[in-house]
């Protein structure tokens, strides 16, 4: 009987694959602080080769399943509590 297992990627390193994958694009990723337009962008948003975003609100996970940076079997780790 297998067990599921599931490797925990950090969300900075699922940034990493994602910016890589879509380099040849001129496309890049970006995480938005907390607290500052954070509302208005999301938390992660993509930015064009003319640096003008292209689209706000991203969702990372989506995102990196969809480009095959995420495999099935990795989970984005999310920080516990208190941590940043």
């Known amino acids: 009987m ?4 599931y490797a925990s990627v950090s969300a900075d390193a699922v ?7 879509m380099k040849c694009l001129g496309i890049t990723l ?3 602080r907390p607290r500052r ?3 208005y ?4 948003y993509l930015v064009g ?6 689209d706000k609100h991203v969702d990372l996970e989506q995102t990196a399943r969809e480009l095959g ?6 989970e984005i780790r999310t920080p516990s ?3 940043p």
């Open 81 to 83: 509590p208190g941590k």
């Open 30 to 32: 970006k995480a938005m």
């Open 41 to 44: 962008f999301g938390q992660f």
């Open 2 to 5: 297998e067990a599921d297992l």
């Open 37 to 39: 337009r954070r509302t």
């Open 49 to 54: 080769p003319d640096d003008l975003v292209a």
């Open 69 to 74: 940076v995420l495999m099935d079997n990795e």
């Open 15 to 21: 940034v990493k694959r994602v910016n890589r994958r």
